[in-house]
């Protein structure tokens, strides 16, 4: 069975928490792993990541508990064939607009005869050669996200949730905001309104449907708004907001305090 499929259906009451990598680092996604997240993206959509880099990330994340999924650049058969080569196993599917663009990309990710990928047993997905019976087998352990991005992707969002090898939902609030004339304001009114709506008719569904939130603040609105999987930030998001306030912290300190021992008083040293 697919893993993040798994991680959906043992989630019980409470959400799995994720997060984006953006860094095309295999080191910080390997930390970000390490952290303690439920699953993340490794995303190609909007970073420079391209194939040798994306098995570079996997086999970083492969050595934690987080569950990758791999958004692709765009629902494109010959990307999709080419990162399942590489060994990612859920998928992640921007800008979905329709139930055909649904079956597109559940098409991409499956052997004949239930799809198009291209037929190749020598592969990382594969682990070259060593999984029995590869072809008739692999089918099954593929997982399909697809996101709602706009006011008319939600609108057509039991249609798209009904295509078959179709697993879960992912409302983006950014793409979508701005869509609807809130750029920037990810939690206008009336976009929330329609992420609750979205969230809603998902469950009525049984479909998993998830989003990702800046803050924890954001995050837990969307939970109370009956997101079943939720990612807060990035791995650069986490960094920068980090960095920023070590440097706001210190520019606002006094510059001279009063000298005490490095060995008295209350321990302060922790790990970088």
Not at 159 to 174: K, R, T, Y
Not at 239 to 266: F, I, N
């Amino acid at each position: 069975m697919n893993p993040f499929n798994q991680l959906l259906r043992a989630r019980g009451s409470k959400a799995p928490i994720g997060t984006w990598v953006l860094s095309a680092s295999p080191m910080v996604a390997e930390a970000v792993g390490l952290a303690g997240f439920d699953w993340g993206v490794l995303d190609m959509e909007h970073t420079p990541v391209d194939l040798m880099d994306l098995v570079h990330l996997l086999q970083a994340v492969g050595n934690t508990k987080m569950v990758p999924l791999v958004r692709v650049p765009w629902n494109d058969t010959v990307t999709v064939k080419r990162v399942l080569d590489a060994g990612a196993q859920t998928l992640m599917f921007p800008f979905i607009q329709n139930a055909s663009e649904a079956q597109q990309a559940v098409a991409a990710t499956r052997y004949p005869p239930e799809g198009v990928r291209g037929m190749v047993d020598m592969s990382r997905a594969s682990r070259f050669g060593t999984v029995v019976d590869h072809l008739r087998t692999a089918n099954k352990s593929i997982g399909v996200v697809v996101q709602l991005e706009t006011p008319q992707a939600i609108a057509r969002l039991e249609e798209i949730a009904s295509v078959p090898g179709v697993d879960a939902l992912f409302v983006g609030p950014a793409d979508l905001s701005g869509a609807m004339g809130h750029v920037g304001n990810l939690t206008h009114p009336a976009v929330m309104t329609l992420m609750t709506d979205a969230a809603r008719r998902a469950r009525a569904l049984g479909k998993p449907i998830g989003t990702v939130g800046g803050t924890p603040e954001a995050v837990t609105r969307y939970r109370a708004a009956g997101y079943d999987y939720v990612a807060i930030a990035s791995d650069l998001g986490l960094l920068m907001r980090g960095a920023q306030a070590a440097v706001q912290a210190l520019s606002h300190a006094p510059e001279k305090t009063q000298v005490h021992s490095l060995t008295e008083g209350t321990r302060t040293d922790a790990a970088y």
